[in-house]
């Protein structure tokens, strides 16, 4: 899909990080693009995934990589302007390790090559970070390496007739010619059109 052993998590990561950091405590209970995750359920589960990938990237294989995703509500830490920005870093970190790559590990209960699993972290950042920058109203450039094996890993999961379609949900149709990331955005079962529900407005301190 991509050379991964090239690809560093670091800069999406830190796009990721700039865009919770901009999220005001107001904000926290805006709706977004997942039905069942508001914007302060959104932040959690992405400091959940960076510790689950993390740990994936280590080999450190224990309850953190063998929870799938959907078991339990995100729930948002108490220090979360702290924790998130840390994990996310630690997460970049660990990928750059050349060993992370290599093998076997798992992520969300699932044994998979250590390959596809750098990819599918790639993707949670990107992908969600359309999402949080979508629904807190803030502009989304993401990382153009990132961007690209999202889309690619997309692809290649809504071609894969045994697995149903995309794995978010399914894929909305978006024109060829449309912006890279609009396609990805589609192919994880995404709107590209979507808005909150509600005009953002953040106070001009923030």
């Given at each position: 899909?991509?050379?991964?052993?090239?690809?560093?998590?670091?800069p999406?990561?830190?796009?990721?990080?700039?865009?919770?950091?901009?999220?005001?405590?107001?904000?926290?209970?805006d709706?977004t693009?997942?039905?069942?995750?508001?914007?302060?359920d959104?932040?959690?589960?992405?400091?959940?995934?960076?510790?689950?990938?993390?740990?994936?990237?280590?080999?450190?294989?224990?309850?953190?990589?063998?929870?799938?995703?959907?078991?339990?509500?995100?729930?948002?830490?108490?220090?979360?302007?702290e924790?998130?920005?840390?994990?996310?870093?630690?997460l970049?970190?660990?990928?750059?390790?050349?060993?992370?790559w290599?093998g076997?590990?798992?992520?969300?209960?699932v044994?998979?090559?250590?390959?596809?699993?750098?990819?599918?972290?790639?993707?949670?950042?990107?992908?969600?970070?359309?999402?949080l920058?979508?629904?807190?109203?803030?502009?989304?450039?993401?990382?153009?390496?990132?961007?690209?094996?999202?889309h690619?890993?997309?692809?290649?999961?809504?071609?894969?007739?045994?697995?149903?379609?995309g794995?978010?949900?399914?894929?909305?149709p978006?024109?060829?010619?449309?912006?890279?990331?609009?396609?990805?955005?589609?192919?994880s079962?995404?709107?590209?059109?979507?808005?909150p529900?509600?005009p953002?407005?953040?106070?001009?301190?923030?």
């Amino acid at each position: 899909m991509t050379d991964t052993t090239t690809l560093d998590l670091g800069p999406q990561a830190h796009i990721v990080a700039r865009l919770a950091a901009g999220v005001p405590d107001a904000r926290l209970a805006d709706r977004t693009t997942c039905p069942e995750y508001a914007v302060g359920d959104l932040l959690g589960h992405l400091a959940g995934l960076a510790v689950a990938f993390r740990d994936a990237a280590r080999k450190d294989l224990g309850p953190t990589t063998d929870t799938a995703p959907d078991s339990a509500a995100p729930s948002l830490p108490a220090g979360w302007r702290e924790e998130l920005p840390r994990v996310l870093g630690e997460l970049a970190e660990a990928w750059r390790d050349p060993a992370a790559w290599t093998g076997m590990t798992r992520a969300g209960g699932v044994d998979l090559p250590a390959e596809i699993a750098g990819v599918m972290a790639a993707d949670e950042l990107v992908i969600h970070g359309w999402d949080l920058a979508r629904a807190t109203g803030q502009a989304y450039l993401p990382d153009q390496a990132a961007l690209r094996a999202s889309h690619a890993f997309l692809l290649a999961a809504a071609q894969d007739e045994s697995r149903g379609g995309g794995i978010f949900g399914a894929v909305v149709p978006v024109p060829d010619d449309a912006p890279l990331l609009d396609r990805a955005v589609g192919l994880s079962g995404r709107d590209p059109g979507w808005r909150p529900p509600t005009p953002i407005s953040f106070d001009s301190g923030v």
